[in-house]
C-alpha cells in the first residue's frame, strides 16, 4: 500500500512538473528555440535513441564511469582501512587526503591532459580522482567509529585479525560504508560529465555541448534528462536495493 501511494505520488508530481514546463513555454516567457516544448524535446530524445548517438553516447559514458568507479572503489576501499589503522598515514596521507577532498576534480583535467594525453585515460583518472576521496575518507571514518565493544567481544569469543575484520568491523562498517559509496559515485559522475563536456570525445557531456554549438536547446534538455535518469537509476534502484537489504539484516 505504502508503494502506491509513493508511486502517485511520484505521478502526481511527475504531471505537475510536466504542466510547469508546458505552461512556460505556452506563454512563450522565452523564445521557443532558448525554451522548447516537451514534444520537441520527446522527439529529439527519440530521434537520437533511433540514429543510435544516445545509445552509443550512453553506452560509452557507461563504460568509463564503470571503470574509473570501480578503480576508485578499489582503492579508495584499501587505503581507507590502511589509514585507518596506520597512525602514520592517518596523520601523513589521512590529513592530505583530507585537503584534496576540496580540490573540484575538473581541476585536475589539464594535468591529467599532460600526463596521459588526448587519450581515454585522462577522463578515466578524473572520474578516478572525482570518487576515491570520498570513499577513502568514508572508509576511515567508518573503520574509526566501530564501537570498541564490538571488537572486544569478537576478541573474547576468539576472532584474530582477520576473522576479526572479516566478522565483526566489515559488518559495523556497511551503513557508512555504502554511504560513502553513493557519494563517491555522485562526485565520480559529475566528473565525467564535466570531463566529458571539456574534452572532444563521444559521450553524454559532449552530445551535451554539441546541442549548446548548435544552438540545439531540445538536444541539450533530452541529454540532460538521460544524465538524470541514469543518476537517478542507480541511486534509487542499484544503491537503494543494497541500502534496503542491508536495513532489513540489520533491522532497521
Known amino acids: 500500500?505504502?508503494?502506491?501511494?509513493?508511486?502517485?505520488?511520484?505521478?502526481?508530481?511527475?504531471?505537475?512538473l510536466f504542466g510547469l514546463w508546458y505552461g512556460l513555454y505556452y506563454f512563450k516567457i522565452w523564445p521557443a528555440w532558448l525554451f522548447p516544448s516537451p514534444q520537441q524535446?520527446?522527439?529529439?530524445?527519440?530521434?537520437?535513441?533511433?540514429n543510435k548517438t544516445l545509445i552509443i553516447g550512453i553506452l560509452i559514458s557507461l563504460k568509463r564511469i564503470f571503470i574509473g568507479f570501480g578503480s576508485a572503489l578499489l582503492i579508495g576501499t584499501i587505503l581507507g582501512f590502511l589509514i585507518a589503522r596506520i597512525?602514520?598515514?592517518?596523520?601523513t596521507l589521512g590529513i592530505l587526503l583530507l585537503g584534496l577532498q576540496t580540490l573540484p576534480s575538473i581541476c585536475w583535467l589539464p594535468l591529467a591532459l599532460l600526463w596521459f594525453g588526448l587519450n581515454e585515460k585522462a577522463i578515466v583518472f578524473v572520474v578516478i580522482i572525482g570518487a576515491i576521496f570520498s570513499?577513502?575518507?568514508?572508509?576511515?571514518?567508518?573503520?574509526?567509529?566501530?564501537p570498541i565493544i564490538y571488537l572486544q567481544a569478537g576478541k573474547i569469543l576468539g576472532a584474530k585479525k582477520f576473522?576479526?575484520?572479516?566478522?565483526v568491523v566489515l559488518p559495523a562498517?556497511?551503513?557508512?560504508?555504502?554511504?560513502?559509496?553513493?557519494?563517491?559515485?555522485?562526485?565520480?559522475?559529475?566528473?565525467?560529465?564535466?570531463?566529458?563536456?571539456?574534452?572532444?570525445?563521444?559521450?553524454?557531456?559532449?552530445?551535451?555541448?554539441?546541442?549548446?554549438?548548435?544552438?540545439?536547446?531540445s538536444q541539450v534538455l533530452a541529454v540532460m534528462l538521460v544524465?538524470?535518469?541514469?543518476?537517478?537509476f542507480f541511486d534509487q534502484l542499484v544503491f537503494g536495493f543494497i541500502d534496503r537489504q542491508l536495513k532489513r539484516r540489520w533491522g532497521l
Open 227 to 232: 544524465i538524470i535518469f541514469i543518476g537517478v
Open 173 to 217: 562498517i556497511m551503513p557508512s560504508y555504502l554511504t560513502g559509496i553513493k557519494q563517491g559515485w555522485s562526485f565520480a559522475w559529475r566528473s565525467l560529465m564535466s570531463g566529458e563536456m571539456l574534452f572532444i570525445t563521444v559521450g553524454l557531456g559532449q552530445l551535451l555541448m554539441f546541442g549548446r554549438e548548435l544552438n540545439d536547446m
Open 163 to 167: 576473522t576479526l575484520y572479516r566478522r
Open 135 to 146: 570513499i577513502t575518507l568514508s572508509v576511515q571514518a567508518a573503520v574509526l567509529n566501530v
Open 41 to 50: 524535446v520527446w522527439k529529439t530524445l527519440l530521434k537520437g535513441l533511433a
Open 87 to 91: 597512525q602514520i598515514l592517518k596523520e
Open 1 to 16: 500500500m505504502k508503494k502506491i501511494k509513493l508511486a502517485i505520488k511520484i505521478i502526481i508530481f511527475l504531471l505537475l
